[in-house]
């Protein structure tokens, strides 16, 4: 299926989605599985070094020829990761930090398509200005981190009034409804992250895939409990692990294995989500979830979740075309 936008057009990928970088949650086998599937597939480099960072993207390349991208946090941002990634990626992204033209112009530079990630029509403006070619309206309804105070919808038609790019609509979507319904408004492409938390290929602790499927949108929490690291941060997580990382009184609730194998501790209430290869209080840990999290019933392969959204963006645009 190739089902045609401004976003397709411009990356390169048959379908109009976009994996959610997901931290290290989104590694190397989940965005080589997501682009082989036809959707545009996101590694969450945050934290990385330039060595480690270059080495992942590497590896998707290795695993597939589809179209992938890199997410860059940019309150842990390392300038040498960027120029050494850029060159292996078709789309940087950035996000959580006012839009930049000289970072922009580093990845254009090296051949990249640069995306930023907004929650306000102030910072979609300032995004196009510094020379973004996509713009991601992040709604409240998302899961992990969250920059802006309003849903996908309103804050989809008002970015879409502002900028002449496309616009991706992220927060809240796991749904073949859900993504067509964005589409029906005029995004480009719809972003998805807490639907592949449970993808077979996810960087994901079996405990916290179980509390997601377990769990409905309202078991779902704006906070800023987890900011060890991190502070004044707005996230949505589980309600279920904050009531966990307030009873514990570890002062390490976790650990988990680097990059380069050394076992790095995870203080109580820090960011880190569950990965595989963690152990200790799993419960303790931030459980990042969207409101879509009603839609994570079992764990699937990456590419069915692709092919059960891509129905919903082919019904929108079918619409559209009508």
Same mark, same amino acid.
């Given at each position: 299926?190739?089902?045609?936008t401004?976003?397709t057009?411009?990356?390169?990928?048959?379908?109009?989605l976009?994996?959610?970088?997901?931290?290290?949650t989104a590694g190397?086998?989940l !965005?080589?599985a997501v682009?082989?599937?036809g959707?545009?597939g996101?590694l969450g480099?945050?934290?990385?070094?330039?060595?480690a960072?270059v080495?992942?993207?590497?590896?998707?390349?290795?695993r597939?020829?589809?179209?992938?991208?890199a997410n860059?946090?940019?309150p842990?941002?390392?300038?040498?990761?960027v120029?050494?990634?850029?060159p292996l990626?078709?789309?940087v992204?950035f996000?959580?930090?006012d839009?930049?033209a000289?970072l922009?112009?580093v990845?254009?530079?090296?051949?990249a398509?640069?995306?930023?990630?907004?929650?306000? @029509?102030r910072?979609?403006?300032?995004?196009?200005?510094?020379g973004?070619?996509?713009?991601? &309206?992040?709604?409240?309804?998302?899961g992990?981190?969250?920059?802006g105070?309003?849903?996908?919808?309103?804050?989809?038609?008002l970015?879409?009034d !502002?900028?002449d790019?496309?616009?991706? =609509?992220a927060?809240g979507l796991?749904?073949?409804?859900?993504v067509?319904?964005?589409l &029906?408004?005029g995004a480009?492409a719809?972003?998805v992250?807490?639907?592949? @938390?449970?993808?077979?290929?996810a960087?994901a602790?079996? =405990?916290?895939v179980?509390?997601l499927?377990a769990s409905?949108p309202?078991d779902?929490?704006?906070?800023t409990?987890?900011s060890?690291f991190?502070?004044?941060a707005?996230?949505r997580?589980?309600?279920?692990?904050i009531?966990?990382a307030?009873?514990?009184?570890?002062d390490?609730?976790?650990v988990?294995?680097?990059?380069?194998?050394? @076992?790095?501790? @995870?203080?109580?209430?820090?960011?880190?989500?569950?990965q595989r290869?963690?152990?200790?209080?799993?419960?303790a840990?931030?459980?990042y979830?969207g409101q879509?999290v009603?839609?994570?019933?079992?764990r699937?392969?990456a590419?069915?979740i692709? !092919?059960?959204?891509?129905?919903? &963006?082919r019904?929108?645009?079918?619409h559209?075309?009508s």
């Amino acid at each position: 299926m190739a089902l045609q936008t401004a976003f397709t057009r411009l990356v390169g990928c048959p379908l109009p989605l976009q994996q959610a970088g997901m931290g290290g949650t989104a590694g190397p086998e989940l !965005a080589a599985a997501v682009a082989e599937a036809g959707a545009l597939g996101m590694l969450g480099l945050a934290g990385l070094s330039p060595e480690a960072a270059v080495q992942a993207a590497g590896e998707v390349s290795r695993r597939t020829s589809g179209a992938f991208g890199a997410n860059f946090l940019m309150p842990f941002l390392d300038r040498a990761a960027v120029e050494g990634v850029a060159p292996l990626v078709r789309l940087v992204e950035f996000f959580y930090g006012d839009p930049e033209a000289s970072l922009v112009a580093v990845a254009h530079d090296a051949g990249a398509l640069v995306a930023w990630q907004v929650g306000s @029509v102030r910072e979609a403006r300032a995004a196009a200005d510094a020379g973004c070619d996509v713009v991601v &309206a992040q709604g409240v309804e998302a899961g992990g981190h969250v920059r802006g105070e309003v849903g996908v919808l309103p804050l989809l038609e008002l970015v879409l009034d !502002a900028v002449d790019v496309p616009v991706v =609509a992220a927060g809240g979507l796991g749904s073949a409804r859900s993504v067509a319904a964005v589409l &029906a408004a005029g995004a480009a492409a719809a972003r998805v992250g807490t639907r592949f @938390v449970a993808a077979e290929e996810a960087d994901a602790h079996r =405990a916290y895939v179980d509390a997601l499927i377990a769990s409905g949108p309202e078991d779902t929490v704006l906070t800023t409990t987890f900011s060890t690291f991190w502070p004044d941060a707005p996230h949505r997580v589980l309600r279920s692990c904050i009531d966990e990382a307030l009873r514990t009184r570890d002062d390490v609730v976790a650990v988990v294995e680097g990059a380069d194998g050394t @076992v790095l501790p @995870v203080p109580r209430l820090a960011p880190p989500s569950p990965q595989r290869g963690a152990s200790g209080n799993i419960a303790a840990m931030a459980h990042y979830a969207g409101q879509s999290v009603g839609e994570v019933r079992r764990r699937q392969p990456a590419a069915d979740i692709v !092919a059960e959204l891509a129905e919903g &963006a082919r019904l929108a645009l079918e619409h559209r075309g009508s």
